[in-house]
């Protein structure tokens, strides 16, 4: 067997470590996105045939689930036991990866050229279903402000980004490899050239329909409401006392106010701001006097003859035995309360729960793991909820024109799938004119001598929610417990500034602060192609990325077994 000397050792540990550099700052914050096109050429170039197959599992494991450690500290600010646990979840991928990339090397150029795109993307869509999912990080998100680039998404979703983008770092690998064999002789083949064309093609034609689609834009935008957002900034160690419930109503209100004062006709308030179930069945069971009571009824006169407000609070569902009540089912939601004080009848209870944080997998099942998973958590009581199983839209009338929108709560404004289900219907009909994000980012921030500071968990989901819009021309109004609230319109762009408002002006500093704006949002009446049909891409890439897995298994066992004889 083949032994490697010091400096292999070296070159493959540098090449991980600079793709994992790399993959760390085109992400905002750091706002280097064009370092994505090359990202992943040095991972490319080390996953070599000639380079030992357990060498690069384990480097390329260890650089990876560091990255990632790296990357997602901001989970260790709720729980460093699930941070460290989903890191290392997530690390599993770039062996995998490096393996198949040393498969594909070892047969033709072209399926190399082909391969390496579908492998990153194969990964990136598996990332985003197994465990429910967590789209985050992807390349797609590092071109959040490249609107002429990402304009595409609204036929292949953010994947389609993800493969433009591993397709130039598989090209410009492979013409590496070429120009450093034979002398450089193979650099300038045929096979080359035509290589460099289909992938400057592919790139000037993604530009191009990118500025198309985003001059059209004007035509097919209709003026909505005046709609405001409320930005409370609480951290949520503080939130979560019960105690401070009324406190944190209060605050909400006067930005409320605030909101009305400046023209607001619809106003979003963060996920579970009100420290009180609302759903009706519940309320009717609860005396007078009581939280949920007294929160029902401020909410409502404050909404009277005034505003329509949605807003993020808990509900529960309620059975009795033996002539008690029992809590059979619990809920994140959102409710929608209308100008003549009444609450809807309809609520959006969120669908996408977050695993081990809104609920506990095989609590049933393996009893071991739930006790695990309950010492982990961040609460020291069962957390478990209940998710929903309805797209709800709520409707609102202005002037003489009835709208209808629908609401994402939390993360889900980083699936793709529920996202467009909430859009569209199941005949491919747009219901939804925008959409409202409300969230508690409160857990991702510091609390340091009564300031909030905030995480870089804080921008990079309202970079993944660019992609949203797009996806599904909606405009996405945001409210977020400390940051960052927002307007995003149908082409992606972050609207800075707004009719009324004190937070600052550009998007990305609302961070760890309280404030409120209010501006004008927009109905674009285009239905898209990835709305109608969903990731066609995604689906393809994991049955690919699936049977290279299987081929490069199939050619590791085959190698070993010549080994053994």
Not at 30 to 59: D, T
Request: aromatic fraction near 10%; glycine fraction near 8%; charge should be neutral.
């Amino acid at each position: 067997m083949k032994r490697f000397g010091r400096n292999d050792f070296l070159l493959t540990l540098l090449a991980f470590v600079a793709s994992a550099l790399m993959l760390t700052v085109i992400q905002v914050p750091f706002r280097l996105g064009f370092l994505a096109w090359i990202c992943m050429v040095p991972f490319i170039l080390v996953s070599s045939p000639k380079a030992s197959a357990w060498r690069l599992v384990w480097m390329s494991y260890l650089v990876s689930s560091v990255y990632w450690l790296a990357n997602l500290y901001w989970v260790s600010l709720v729980t460093v036991p699930g941070q460290v646990l989903l890191s290392l979840s997530l690390g599993l991928y770039w062996p995998v990866l490096s393996l198949a990339v040393r498969y594909c090397r070892k047969k033709k150029a072209v399926v190399l050229f082909v391969m390496v795109p579908i492998l990153l993307v194969g990964a990136e869509a598996w990332q985003g279903i197994i465990y429910t999912g967590f789209n985050w990080r992807l390349l797609a998100h590092s071109q959040w402000a490249n609107l002429r680039v990402i304009q595409i998404v609204d036929i292949f979703g953010a994947l389609g980004v993800s493969l433009l983008i591993a397709a130039v770092n598989g090209l410009a690998a492979g013409l590496v490899i070429d120009a450093a064999s034979k002398s450089g002789s193979g650099l300038f083949r045929t096979a080359n050239i035509v290589k460099v064309a289909i992938t400057a093609g592919l790139v000037a034609a993604t530009l191009v329909y990118g500025t198309k689609r985003i001059n059209e834009t004007p035509d097919h935008l209709e003026p909505g409401p005046m709609v405001g957002a409320v930005q409370s900034n609480i951290p949520s160690q503080v939130k979560e006392l019960a105690e401070a419930g009324e406190m944190i109503l209060e605050e909400v209100l006067n930005l409320s106010n605030a909101c009305i004062d400046a023209g607001a006709e619809l106003i979003a308030w963060p996920e579970t701001i009100v420290a009180a179930s609302l759903n009706k069945s519940y309320l009717g069971l609860c005396q007078e006097g009581t939280m949920p009571v007294i929160f029902d009824r401020v909410i409502s006169a404050h909404t009277m003859d005034r505003v329509y407000v949605l807003l993020g609070a808990h509900a529960v569902d309620v059975v009795f035995h033996d002539d008690e009540p029992v809590v059979l089912d619990r809920y994140n939601s959102a409710y929608f309360y209308r100008p003549d004080g009444s609450g809807s009848d309809k609520r959006y209870d969120k669908i996408h729960l977050v695993p081990y944080g809104e609920y506990i997998p095989m609590k049933d099942t393996f009893p071991l793991i739930y006790d695990l998973a309950m010492k982990l958590s961040p609460y020291d009581y069962d957390y478990h909820l209940t998710k929903g199983t309805e797209y709800t839209r709520f409707m609102m009338r202005s002037g003489d024109r009835a709208f209808g929108f629908g609401c994402l709560i939390c993360y889900e404004d980083t699936d793709p799938d529920v996202t467009r289900k909430m859009v569209v219907d199941e005949t491919g009909e747009k219901q939804a004119d925008w959409l409202v994000n409300i969230s508690n980012d409160g857990w991702y921030v510091k609390y340091e001598d009564g300031k909030v500071l905030p995480s870089a968990e804080l921008s990079q989901r309202t970079a993944i929610s660019v992609f949203r819009a797009i996806e599904n021309r909606v405009s996405i109004l945001r409210s977020v417990n400390t940051g960052i609230s927002c307007l995003i319109d149908s082409t992606g762009m972050l609207r800075d500034g707004f009719a009324g408002g004190d937070l600052p002006d550009a998007v990305m500093a609302r961070q760890g602060m309280a404030g409120w704006f209010v501006d004008r949002i927009d109905v674009d009446d285009r239905v898209t192609f990835f709305s109608t049909h969903g990731q066609l891409i995604a689906i393809c890439c994991r049955a690919l990325f699936v049977i290279a897995i299987v081929f490069t298994i199939a050619d590791l066992f085959r190698k070993n077994r010549r080994e053994a004889i």
